[in-house]
């Protein structure tokens, strides 16, 4: 008898035989990331914003990319995002890993220098474009956790 997949794994969320874009090891938890993970846990995007020159970064690196000073204070983003860059992947990393998938970077606008990643959902993968605008959603992740993607907006 073979081993079973990663999908067929007993005790792994969404058993159901095949895997999506978010199934993988769970990220690591550390001080400059705790912030980021519990607010997405409540549904929420944050970033690093540094309290001496104001600028604002992610992903979160508990120093100031503009000043290097370390006094950070989460930043909320609310509202629409807009696609930067991105790509469709239609490789296969997993085992039963459903392709193609759009993985986007997205800018905010009020928040200079500030670009997440993630996946894009709502629409085929071949409708990213850049500058589309898309809305900041979260979905299950390894581990439990909440994993930021994005929403095609309508």
């Known amino acids: 008898m073979s081993e079973p997949t990663l999908a067929e794994a007993p005790g792994r969320p969404g058993d159901r035989g095949t895997m999506d874009a978010t199934t993988g090891i769970p990220p690591a938890v550390t001080e400059e990331t705790e912030t980021f993970w519990a607010a997405a846990r409540e549904g929420r995007l944050v970033v690093e914003g540094c309290s001496s020159c104001g600028a604002e970064s992610f992903p979160p690196r508990g120093i100031c990319r503009s000043c290097r000073g370390r006094a950070m204070i989460p930043v909320e983003i609310a509202g629409r995002g807009v696609i930067y860059s991105c790509t469709v992947n239609y490789q296969r990393w997993l085992p039963d890993l459903e392709v193609p998938y759009a993985i986007v970077l997205v800018e905010f606008p009020g928040h200079p220098g ?9 629409c085929p993968p071949e409708a990213a474009a850049i500058g589309m605008a898309v809305e900041v959603g979260f979905e299950p992740g390894p581990g439990g956790f909440a994993i930021p993607s994005f929403v095609a907006a309508g």
């Open 114 to 122: 500030v670009r997440v990643a993630g996946r894009l959902r709502g």
